[in-house]
């Protein structure tokens, strides 16, 4: 249980969102939609409840890093035609079969 | 003959001689069992040893024989299981802290078929935990060490399997392979390794990794004792609703049919991209023993499989963490730090990156299959490095640095995304006497090929004969 009070939580991560918005050369209000505190708030109450420890982040956010552009990627293939998988069967026998 | 000579029989000869009563599985067994207690202290390959239970196991089984009641080639052969297959009554940890005490009171479908094929349990094998990771690095039990040179890691995440196997401490043992997994440590400690077909072999009872990648596979010290294991492992089971209703063939039958009239291909893209210089040739003069043997070797494109990577990352990260989230909100604290890490990565993993990595699958899996109807099979390296350093974290090859795990997996994790079977046999020792593993892909429920394809060659090849050096 002592683990959840080091859950991860937007309101203790939110000066380099800050920061972010002072390097902007633009006005605030043309670089971030506005948001209100009370949905800030409400995001970082639905963060709250994911069980991450707050020490795992950074690694989590190089491996995120690592396979972005990867991820990406996938849309180079033609997936337009390829449904949606819900449920994952077994591939089916090769016609010509073992030999 | 010595009790360490009995240990360096295959299963196939041991097997034989058993049938002829000319063998007897206690002594085996014994023999076995001596060697762990001498040795197991240095490999840490085992988690759990069932002293006991062997004996008495091989006791019975002896009896059995002895009223003529011989049911196979493992029958009184000592095997031992990834310590994530549930085994009733007998502790089974996953490799972590979280299960260290948990006792199943059920039998995995594998363990049930090996016991109904007469083999006997020696142990629970160490793992990299939860399955979780390709170098079989273990904060709560030790790192099994490789044979080869125990300064390095022998792979995972079966990597006592692989350590077990390679060091004569049983004659067979099950892996699992989410994305390299049997194949990694096989590779690795010089030894085979069967992935097999994506629905072969029944995983119910064994704890998942990620449910769509995951698959149970044979690992032995010849091509003709992993053909013996998937024997009695493969076919349906109505436990696992992913396994397909497609007939078992003879296994050994095929095994010495050669490889006269195949073609094999060599797809050059990602398998052959930045390796060390030693695995390449030896992959390569592979090829050209095949050729020589009568096959045909052609160059094969498969463009679409540098994909795999991706997809594989999603799925697996994804999967994995919806398993362990239960574990993530109550023990986290008991997670080793790499694991834990991982798992907090699927967190952050979109639906929508799932189900795209989802279809993605089945796009490189089309493109695989088309390739597989111009060649009988591929070959690949089975990991671009020799094993690595126990505490090697990266490496750089030409210029391009990579965590270790990222170079461990790159040509195996893509056959876990498309469900070919895949076969690691070993072709040839670095410079420094480090195992190279040659990668055999076919097609879908044709374990047959590849294993003629790995029996043909392990006939011809460089490591015939060849064993770790022995512990002093």
């Not at chain 1, 069967?89 to 010509?96: A, K, N, T």
């Not at chain 2, 998942?208 to 013996?228: E, I, Y």
């Not at chain 2, 798992?343 to 899996?365: C, M, P, S």
């Not at chain 2, 895949?422 to 020792?429: E, F, M, Q, R, T």
Request: aromatic share 4%; charged share 20%.
């Amino acid at each position: 249980m002592a683990r959840c009070a080091l859950a991860f939580r937007l309101d203790t991560t939110t000066g380099p969102l800050l920061k972010y918005m002072l390097l902007t050369t633009q006005p605030q209000e043309e670089t971030m939609a506005p948001i209100s505190t009370q949905l800030l708030q409400s995001i970082s109450q639905e963060l709250s409840r994911i069980p991450t420890d707050q020490e795992d982040l950074p690694i989590a956010a190089v491996q995120l890093n690592a396979q972005m552009d990867g991820l990406l990627r996938l849309d180079d293939l033609n997936l337009l035609n390829v449904e949606p998988a819900t449920v994952l069967l077994p591939p089916s026998e090769d016609s010509r079969g073992a030999r | 003959m010595g009790l360490d000579d009995l240990t360096r029989l295959s299963i196939a000869e041991a097997g034989d001689q058993i049938r002829r009563r000319s063998l007897s599985p206690v002594e085996l067994t014994r023999a076995y069992l001596n060697r762990i207690q001498r040795m197991n202290g240095e490999f840490l390959a085992y988690i759990t040893v069932l002293e006991e239970r062997a004996i008495a196991a091989a006791s019975t089984t002896e009896q059995e024989i002895a009223r003529g009641n011989y049911r196979g080639p493992l029958h009184g052969i000592p095997i031992a299981l990834k310590d994530l297959v549930l085994t009733r009554g007998v502790r089974t940890t996953c490799g972590s802290r979280i299960l260290k005490d948990w006792v199943p009171s059920a039998d995995g479908t594998v363990a049930i078929r090996l016991h109904e094929a007469g083999a006997i349990l020696l142990g629970k094998l160490n793992m990299h935990e939860f399955a979780y990771g390709p170098t079989g690095v273990n904060p709560h039990y030790g790192t099994a060490r490789n044979p080869w040179d125990h300064a390095r890691v022998p792979g995972g995440s079966s990597s006592g399997s692989g350590a077990a196997v390679a060091a004569s401490l049983c004659a067979g043992a099950l892996g699992t392979d989410t994305g390299g997994s049997v194949r990694i440590p096989a590779a690795l400690c010089g030894i085979v390794g069967l992935k097999p077909t994506y629905g072969r072999v029944s995983r119910a009872g064994v704890i998942p990794l990620a449910w769509s990648l995951d698959h149970v596979g044979p690992m032995t010290r010849t091509v003709a004792d992993t053909a013996l294991m998937l024997q009695a492992l493969a076919g349906r089971d109505p436990a696992d609703p992913s396994t397909a209703d497609v007939a078992v063939p003879d296994y050994r039958a095929a095994l010495d049919k050669g490889v006269r009239g195949l073609c094999v291909g060599l797809p050059r893209n990602l398998f052959f991209e930045r390796l060390d210089p030693e695995v390449r040739n030896a992959v390569l003069a592979a090829a050209q023993l095949l050729e020589d043997l009568g096959a045909s070797v052609q160059e094969i494109a498969l463009p679409a499989i540098p994909h795999a990577s991706a997809a594989s990352f999603a799925i697996i990260t994804a999967e994995s963490t919806a398993y362990h989230e239960g574990y993530l909100k109550t023990r986290a604290a008991e997670y080793g730090a790499d694991v834990r890490a991982r798992l907090a990565t699927g967190q952050f993993v979109l639906a929508t990156q799932y189900l795209k990595a989802q279809r993605a699958r089945h796009a490189i899996r089309a493109e695989v299959d088309a390739a597989l109807t111009r060649v009988d099979a591929f070959l690949t390296p089975t990991t671009p490095i020799p094993a690595p350093l126990l505490d090697t974290r990266e490496l750089t090859l030409d210029g391009h640095t990579e965590d270790v795990r990222g170079w461990l997996t790159r040509c195996t994790r893509p056959i876990n995304v498309t469900g070919h079977p895949a076969l690691s046999v070993p072709c040839g020792l670095t410079a420094g006497g480090l195992p190279i593993g040659l990668q055999i892909v076919g097609r879908y429920f044709d374990e047959a090929t590849v294993l003629r394809i790995g029996h043909a060659f392990e006939a011809v090849s460089p490591m015939k004969g060849r064993w770790p050096p022995e512990v002093a």
